[in-house]
């Protein structure tokens, strides 16, 4: 069964960035479009970006323009690259299929200091 770690979470003050990793195991990884999601407390999972398995990626429109999501099937790896971070970018991010095929990670923390 495939797991995931979620990495590279931190207190940022706003305007800074944050590069957040997600490793996964298993040989299937590449297949898959892969999303980053978040969660802030109080309110529900969303997704933030995904990536196709041949490297297409879609951002959510609140995120276009700072945030970035690559992938690095070799390594099993994608990532988020984020910018000109926000207060309310303050959430616990995630990874995992579209549609969570793969038990859920425990998250990477995100906190955005005004």
């Known amino acids: 069964q495939v797991q995931l770690v979620e990495s590279g979470g931190g207190l940022v003050q706003a305007g800074g960035s944050l590069r957040l990793s997600c490793a996964a195991s298993g040989s299937t990884f590449s297949i898959y479009t892969i999303g980053w999601y978040r969660q802030a407390p109080g309110k529900q999972r969303e997704l933030v970006a995904r990536i196709s398995s041949g490297g297409i990626t879609v951002i959510a429109d609140s995120m276009k323009g700072r945030f970035t999501i690559s992938r690095d099937n070799a390594k099993n790896t994608v990532y988020l690259q984020m910018g000109s971070l926000k207060p309310e970018d303050t959430a616990v991010y995630y990874c995992?299929?579209?549609?969570?095929?793969?038990?859920w990670g425990q998250g990477t923390q995100v906190t955005v200091s005004s």
């Open positions: 995992n299929t579209v549609g969570a095929v793969w038990p």
